[in-house]
Nanobody
Framework: QVQLVESGGGSVQPGGSLRLSCTAS????????MGWFRQAPGKERELVAA????????LYAESVKGRFTVIRSNDRRTLYLQMNNLKPEDTALYYC?????????????????WGQGTEVTVSS
């Protein structure tokens, strides 16, 4: 059982930045698929970024490429989502998911563990 806690959400103006954190209840060793997803009101949950902790290059949704970056912590317990140049369409509840597998998972239904979500609002 992996417990995840997200934090770092808030309200920012367009063009601003936020860094979200997803902290796991245990140190991540070996393969663990992790993903950031978001869900805006009235919309489906969608992929933001996905990786496997043991694999170097994350995958990003086209809508966030060049603006968002996934960063692994040195203590192997936290996954960050650095969000720059935020746009109003980035407004959503952001979730972190995890699953013990060697694959990179891009569909939220494939994940076993979820955090409670952290809210991001981008408006002027």
């Amino acid at each position: 059982q992996v417990q995840l806690v997200e934090s770092g959400g808030g309200s920012v103006q367009p063009g601003g930045s936020l860094r979200l954190s997803c902290t796991a209840s245990e140190r991540i060793n070996g393969y663990l698929a992790m993903g950031w997803f978001r869900q805006a009101p009235g919309k489906e949950r969608e992929l933001v970024a996905a990786l496997n902790w043991a694999v170097v290059s994350p995958l990003y949704a086209e809508s966030v490429k060049g603006r968002f970056t996934v960063i692994r912590s040195n203590d192997r317990r936290t996954l960050y989502l650095q969000m720059n140049n935020l746009k109003p369409e980035d407004t959503a509840l952001y979730y972190c998911g995890a699953k013990k597998t060697s694959w990179v998972l891009t569909t939220w239904g494939e994940y076993d563990y979820w955090g409670q979500g952290t809210e991001v609002t981008v408006s002027s």
